[in-house]
């Protein structure tokens, strides 16, 4: 068992704790315990037992708890709140923006047990009765509730693509390597997954009792030209069968219905079933098009366009030249900024931008005027220890719910670039949020917007605002937009990339990493990106060391004089 996992049983024992009304000083010992093994930078599970009590944040009776995690897979005292408490008001926990505290009252005074009774209960305004739950509160719940249901049984792309090599690899064994297409949601690299979808070329009788194994997955369906399963962790994975040409197939199912269409304006119908295709790009070129990538079908557009002009050269991940956005220890990041900069010249990058928390999030160890002195004198330092490749200062400004900086401009004007964003007050309506966004993308000191939307996927929408406005503002101001690799945002949304570069606004492609494994992020903000159509001239990351300082100089020259 991992740190993580450890962490995982701690933090859920906390919260089943507040959840039953427990003394909340007991269950605070278990979520800073909780806090303390997710920090660690050594496996409990090769640590010395008779250590265990003495390390920050534990002590003799989490000691002993751990233990019996090592020991058993289990945690006898949180298996008893577990047992005690009803499935769907654990459920609830799933629900963002709904703590512990609240599910209680929701459970021991409302008497709702499940997430379907919530739901009702906010439709029929009976949450407004009790002490906490305003009407904002329970709209806030219902929308949760929505978001929720809307996308269960949901997978972030890089959840999937942590698994699909072992499943890729399992399918080829079974049938052979040259039988099975990956297809679908996957290979049009969507931001996020409901299945996993192959095409085989092996019938139903074939392939059915090959999952007839000691531990069968679930078979969900039995269409006439597929099958879906449900593997033990929750994906569903789909295999087409038996396909009279799997590159045909394949090629249908990895598009969208508008592409499709435009497509078939091109070829028709019935042509393109009549050919047997011996791969993917002769599709395209029976059709008179260059070949088009999966994740460029999704507009119908992209066309007409490549028509015209031919397929862009997109973006790709060894573009990459700096790692903009990340937190060290300064705030709350794991790793040092000398850490940071080390694994960076292994890997060839030729700069990192710091980009710690500012005061504001007080949360996250944000940095005090006094502070930020301190780690440009270090920064100073490290870039004298580390040339040519060099470090920026920089900063995540929070932008403050009237739309400021949370900074004097004396101290903005110290950094060499800042990244502005929302942290705090993210349930606002749109004129609420292009307020505040308009306003800090007109400071003179803004250099990047980052996370626009501040959307979590699967978990939270974004605050609702103007894209186009926004993009136009961007524009105006010579201010860029993220477009936050982090697998939970991938925000700016790639629907918005052509838009931005039709107005001449550079992406920026940034991990927001928080510790160096953090940085491999970067994938999957590319991946986002290509659906867009970036290409590396407008990634602001992709800028070598010389352009990316030229960039900043000429950008300070035209805001600030």
């Not at 979808?197 to 997955?217: G, H, L, R």
């Not at 070129?285 to 999966?294: R, S, T």
């Not at 990058?349 to 780690?375: C, M, P, W």
């Not at 990316?548 to 100089?553: D, G, I, S, T, W």
């Amino acid at each position: 068992m991992n740190n993580a996992e450890i962490a995982e049983h701690f933090s859920l024992l906390a919260k089943l704790m507040d959840i039953h009304g427990e003394n909340p000083f007991k269950s605070k010992t278990y979520s800073i315990a909780a806090y303390h093994i997710e920090k660690l930078e050594y496996p409990l599970a090769e640590t010395d037992r008779n250590a265990i009590a003495g390390i920050k944040g534990l002590g003799p009776s989490v000691a002993a708890k751990v233990t019996e995690l090592l020991d058993t897979g289990t945690m006898t005292i949180l298996q008893e709140y577990i047992d005690n408490t009803p499935e769907g008001v654990r459920e609830m926990l799933r629900l963002k923006g709904l703590g512990p505290k609240k599910i209680h009252t929701i459970w021991k005074e409302m008497g709702i047990q499940s997430i379907g009774e919530l739901e009702y209960a906010c439709n029929e305004n009976r949450l407004t009765r009790y002490k906490g739950f305003g009407a904002k509160t329970q709209a806030n719940v219902l929308e949760a509730i929505q978001f929720y249901h809307q996308h269960l049984g949901h997978f972030l792309y890089a959840q999937v693509d942590a698994v699909y090599p072992t499943i890729q690899n399992y399918l080829e064994q079974l049938f052979g390597k040259d039988k099975v297409l990956v297809t679908g949601e996957y290979r049009r690299q969507l931001l996020t997954l409901k299945e996993l979808e192959f095409v085989v070329d092996a019938t139903k009788a074939i392939i059915k009792p090959k999952f007839q194994t000691a531990y069968p997955p679930e078979l969900l369906e039995d269409n006439e030209d597929s099958l879906l399963y449900k593997l033990t962790n929750g994906l569903k994975l789909r295999l087409y069968c038996n396909s009279t040409n799997i590159f045909a197939k394949q090629f249908l199912t990895s598009c969208s219905e508008n592409f499709k269409t435009a497509f078939f304006t091109e070829q028709s119908p019935e042509s393109f079933a009549a050919t047997h295709y011996t791969s993917e790009a002769e599709i395209f070129e029976k059709a008179g098009l260059p070949y088009i990538p999966p994740y460029l079908r999704e507009k119908d557009s992209i066309i007409q366009y490549t028509k015209n002009k031919g397929v862009p050269t997109i973006i790709r991940e060894e573009d990459i030249k700096g790692i903009i956005h990340n937190h060290s220890t300064w705030s709350d990041g794991i790793n040092t900024i000398e850490e940071m900069a080390a694994e960076l010249i292994r890997n060839n990058f030729e700069y990192l931008v710091i980009s710690d928390h500012s005061k504001t999030a007080a949360y996250a160890n944000g940095l005090s005027e006094e502070r930020i002195l301190q780690q440009h004198e270090q920064i100073d330092e490290l870039n004298k220890k580390f040339a040519p490749f060099k470090i920026f200062k920089s900063i995540e400004s929070d932008i403050l719910n009237d739309g400021s900086l949370d900074y004097a401009d004396e101290i903005l004007s110290k950094f060499d670039l800042v990244i502005a964003s929302v942290h705090s007050n993210l349930y606002m309506s749109e004129e609420k949020a292009m307020q505040r966004l308009l306003k800090a993308i007109e400071n003179p000191y803004t250099t990047i917007l980052g996370h626009p939307t501040g959307r979590l996927l699967l978990s939270r929408n974004g605050y609702p605002i103007d894209h186009k406005k926004i993009i136009d503002a961007c524009a105006a101001n010579h201010v860029a937009i993220e477009i936050n690799a982090n697998p939970h945002r991938l925000d700016l949304d790639w629907q918005w990339i052509d838009y931005a570069m039709e107005k001449g606004v550079l992406l920026s492609i940034d991990p927001d990493a928080h510790s160096i494994s953090g940085f491999s992020d970067i994938k999957y903000g590319v991946l986002a990106a290509q659906k867009g159509g970036l290409t590396a001239e407008y990634n602001l990351s992709s800028f070598s060391l010389e352009a990316f300082e030229a960039y900043l100089q000429r950008i300070k020259s035209l805001k600030q004089g």
